[in-house]
């Protein structure tokens, strides 16, 4: 499938962590956040700048800046 940063998700769709980019400082606040490689991710909604997402059974919401530096498939 598709390879692509979160920011380019739209809501609905199911997608699976690649890899995290960006500095150690930022990959650690996103592991310790639950982000693992082959993590399943959903983008429940968007709002503004904003995301609200669901990774493996946990929800919650990241900065779209945040989003930019997660790389995932497209899985549906």
């Known amino acids: 499938m598709k390879n692509m940063t979160l920011d380019q998700c739209k809501t609905g769709q199911h997608c699976q962590l690649l890899r995290l980019k960006g500095n ?3 990959k650690m ?3 310790n ?3 693992h ?12 700048q904003n995301f609200v ?3 493996d ?4 919401a990241i900065d ?5 530096f997660i790389e995932v ?3 549906s």
């Open 24 to 26: 150690v400082d930022l």
């Open 29 to 31: 606040r996103l592991v």
């Open 33 to 35: 956040l639950g982000f």
């Open 37 to 48: 490689t082959h993590s399943i991710i959903q983008l429940l909604m968007t709002r503004g």
């Open 53 to 55: 997402i669901n990774v």
């Open 57 to 60: 059974g946990s929800r919650f």
């Open 64 to 68: 779209k800046t945040y989003a930019k």
């Open 73 to 75: 498939e497209l899985l």
